[in-house]
């Protein structure tokens, strides 16, 4: 399903760091964005995503690309951008109307446990935890989230949605969809540069 930007551009955000809130079309009025929703803010998948998305941040901001990051509520939000999980910035739907928008799902107890549970599900959770991520189960741990790159002007170029909890856009996806691929060096693992980041 295509997202419509018409539906969502006039709903608001809280900038975490200001408590401002902002329009959508307004963060990509000037700069393309690659903006990451986030499924809740003490998450381990989310925050082992926000990690993993961080490393392209630096190609992002030569290229005049704004990386950006939103929860699903304020619940939460201060401690994840305190803890410096994401290289880019914050804001917060506390109006919780724009992932309902977007399409993004909900799960329900069952569904969300059979995830958990699954070999992606666990995988990650195992990555997370050798990174020594701390997380949390505050806030609403049901919902889904997703990512949208949106070209400057307000045009989207591509639309991803999360199927399980722990799903995330590869960063050579990201920087395909933006012709920046060949600027791409993944770090491995078991750099001590990465580990000490992570820690």
């Not at 393309?32 to 941040?57: E, N, P």
Request: charge should be neutral; aromatic fraction near 10%.
């Amino acid at each position: 399903m295509a997202v419509d930007l018409t539906e969502i551009e006039k709903l608001e955000l809280k900038n975490v760091s200001t408590g401002k809130m902002e329009t959508l079309e307004n963060l990509w009025k000037d700069k393309t964005c690659v903006i990451i929703f986030f499924r809740r803010w003490g998450c381990l998948y989310c925050r082992l995503w926000a990690k993993d998305v961080s490393q392209i941040s630096n190609i992002l901001s030569n290229n005049n690309i704004r990386l950006i990051g939103v929860g699903p509520e304020d619940l939460g939000a201060e401690e994840f951008r305190d803890g410096k999980f994401f290289d880019g910035e914050l804001y917060a739907d506390v109006n919780k109307k724009v992932y309902s928008k977007i399409g993004y799902k909900r799960y329900n107890y069952i569904s969300i446990l059979g995830y958990i549970f699954s070999k992606v599900g666990r995988s990650a959770y195992y990555r997370g935890k050798a990174a020594n991520i701390p997380w949390n189960l505050k806030g609403d741990g049901l919902q889904n989230g997703g990512c949208l790159i949106v070209e400057r002007g307000g045009k989207v170029l591509h639309s991803y949605r999360q199927e399980g909890a722990a799903d995330q856009l590869a960063n050579e996806k990201i920087l395909e969809v933006l012709d920046l691929a060949a600027e791409f060096k993944p770090r491995l693992e078991t750099d001590e540069s990465d580990n000490s980041e992570l820690n």
